[in-house]
């Protein structure tokens, strides 16, 4: 079945970096975009970073450009997140998703708490 599994989350303090890894399975990963959302608690989801289906073009929100770093590794059907300079407000839980035309899958997330 389709699986997306992320994972590398954890506690981290201020200026710290993590790298999350998302995990496809069950699908021909290679050909679906793969973008990571976050959602902190009571806000709404939002977009993080974009890779395009073969890694050709990025797309970064203002908030976290020139800090995290998003990639994937079509033989290994995984993408990463690398998050570097984590500031308080990156707390959330973030989740990877797998797009292409009108299908859409999603990982269960995985926590990130930036605290000191």
């Known amino acids: 079945q389709v699986q997306l599994v992320e994972s590398g989350g954890g506690l981290v303090r201020p200026g710290g970096s993590l790298r999350l890894s998302c995990a496809a399975s069950?699908?021909?990963?290679?050909?679906?975009?793969l973008n990571w959302y976050r959602q902190a608690p009571g806000k709404e989801r939002e977009l993080v970073a974009s890779i395009t289906y073969d890694g050709g073009s990025t797309n970064y929100a203002d908030s976290v450009k020139g800090r995290f770093t998003i990639s994937r590794d079509n033989a290994k059907n995984t993408a990463y997140l690398q998050m570097n300079s984590l500031k308080l407000e990156d707390t959330a839980v973030y989740y990877c998703?797998?797009?292409?035309?009108?299908?859409?899958?999603w990982g269960q997330g995985t926590q990130v708490t930036v605290s000191s």
């Open positions: 069950g699908f021909t990963f290679k050909n679906y975009a």
């Open positions: 998703n797998a797009r292409r035309v009108r299908t859409s899958y």
